[in-house]
Nanobody, 120 residues
Framework: QVQLVESGGGLVQPGGSLRLSCAAS????????MGWYRQAPGKQRELVAS???????NYADSVKGRFTISRDNAKATVYLQMNSLKPEDTAVYYC??????????????WGQGTQVTVSS
């Protein structure tokens, strides 16, 4: 079965950095658009960044210039490098995998989430 396992979350001071990783298994990784979402307490889950199999990236305005998404198709892993972290980046971060064909959603999967807390 498909598994997405996140790691790398934790507590960091404002201005600090963290790198999240998401290791995928049980799927044809290169066929999927991979993304990171986050959900803060009392708020809706939102897209942070996504990357296509070819490496094209898309970012939420709130993280542009601070976060970088990347993927290693050989390792079936997607990363989120987070720099200049702010308290408002505090949330549970979820890895997401989505496969579309002709614009139609074929399948999608979620990881279990990893907590990121930005606080002094």
């Amino acid at each position: 079965q498909v598994q997405l396992v996140e790691s790398g979350g934790g507590l960091v001071q404002p201005g600090g950095s963290l790198r999240l990783s998401c290791a995928a298994s049980g799927m044809s990784f290169s066929s999927y658009v991979m993304g990171w979402y986050r959900q803060a307490p009392g708020k809706q889950r939102e897209l942070v960044a996504s990357t296509t199999s070819g490496g094209s990236a898309n970012y939420a305005d709130s993280v542009k210039g601070r976060f970088t998404i990347s993927r290693d198709n050989a390792k079936a892993t997607v990363y989120l490098q987070m720099n200049s972290l702010k308290p408002e980046d505090t949330a549970v971060y979820y890895c997401h995998a989505e496969e579309r064909r002709g614009g139609v959603l074929i399948s999608n999967y979620w990881g279990q989430g990893t907590q990121v807390t930005v606080s002094s």
